[in-house]
């Protein structure tokens, strides 16, 4: 049975995603990242990765690791945002975090990111949420200091080797962790 978070003052609804809810999470994430219906918001990735950005398999995947969920936002039975959380020792890793491109802008991103800070923190005594963003993504990172995160001084290698994540169209793509205490 799903269970309903919470429904705020616009009506928008906050549940844990379940196994039927794949299909349209890797929908969502696909169109918010890549391809022409993700140039329609700004978190797009279609200039420097092509191809997929996930797919039904690693979304079952994190949905079947101990600690990791779904979130999801509804308005009106049409899924505007989903992102997931997994519990990692003390921390929440953040990852995958998709609001449909027609919608960026209007809020909807920062009332999941405050859904998700809470559930980690409440449910799962979380001190800290952690995200990692591709380095030349100027726009996202504002948005997440805006939101409270500050670098953590970590730089990763981007994945070039995993073609799960998309084929890059550049040779320069550098990971940041960035991190809020909640």
């Known amino acids: 049975m799903t269970k309903l978070l919470q429904k705020n ?5 906050f549940r844990i995603a379940e196994l039927a809810d794949i299909a349209e999470i890797v929908s969502l994430v696909e169109s918010a990242y890549r391809g022409e219906s993700s140039r329609q918001g700004w ?7 092509e191809g997929q950005r996930t797919d039904e398999q690693e979304v079952s995947e994190l949905m079947d690791k101990p600690n990791s969920i779904f979130m999801l936002c ?3 039975g049409d899924l505007l945002a989903s992102v997931q959380i997994e519990k990692q020792q003390d921390n929440a890793y953040l990852g995958m975090f998709a609001v449909n491109p ?4 209007g809020g909807i991103g920062s009332m ?7 559930y980690a923190k409440n449910e799962w005594g979380c001190e800290a949420m952690q995200i990692t963003v591709i380095t030349i993504r100027d726009e996202l990172i504002s948005w997440y200091l805006r939101n409270g995160y500050k670098s953590a001084g970590v730089i990763k290698s981007f994945p070039y080797e995993e073609p799960r994540f998309g084929q890059p169209k550049r040779d320069d793509l550098m990971l940041e962790v960035y991190e809020k205490l909640i």
């Open 9 to 13: 003052k616009n009506e928008f609804c």
């Open 43 to 49: 978190t797009t990735e279609a200039a420097f990765i």
């Open 74 to 76: 509804f308005d009106s």
């Open 102 to 105: 027609e919608k960026q802008g």
């Open 112 to 118: 999941l990111l405050d859904q998700v800070e809470s």
